[in-house]
């Protein structure tokens, strides 16, 4: 039992719902269910049958929601694997370089190899990097927020 209460405070500080967090959740609530009935029992009072049903209610979202934050965590969890596994093959494909240490690109090199490539690709290429949002303004496929984003990834 101590064990069960040291385990239930510290899963109240881990992100998303914990096996004892749900024991915990679905055991009060059955509780509460059973106290309901008893009232009912002893009162034959139609409150307590809309409690109950209330009460399933909550008890049922809840159970569902867990669920559905366990799926999104799994799928997240699976996501960031393949970026990894992603990540691993472009850094094999690199690994012909005798260098032993880390490039870092700065933005004039970035800025010229973004020219070569619209130079390289054309009309079509430009097509392909600005792109027409609803408002009619344009936004160019390959922002500093994306670099950033690139820079940010590798670093991890």
Not at 105 to 131: F, I
């Amino acid at each position: 039992m101590a064990s069960f209460i040291t385990d239930l405070w510290e899963s109240i500080f881990v992100p998303g719902p914990t096996p004892t967090i749900l024991k915990a959740t679905n055991a009060t609530f059955a509780a509460l269910q059973i106290v309901l009935f008893g009232l009912l029992v002893a009162t034959a009072s139609v409150h307590f049958v809309i409690l109950s049903v209330l009460c399933a209610g909550l008890w049922y979202s809840i159970n569902l929601f867990a669920d559905e934050v366990a799926i999104a965590q799994k799928r997240q969890q699976e996501e960031a694997e393949q970026a990894k596994a992603k990540e691993k093959d472009m850094t094999d494909d690199n690994s012909g370089d005798d260098s032993d240490t880390e490039v870092e690109t700065t933005a004039r090199e970035g800025r010229q190899r973004l020219k070569k490539r619209g130079e390289s690709s054309g009309a079509v290429g430009q097509a392909k990097n600005s792109e027409v949002s609803s408002g009619g303004e344009t936004q160019s496929s390959v922002s500093t927020e994306d670099e950033w984003e690139k820079v940010s990834e590798s670093e991890k």
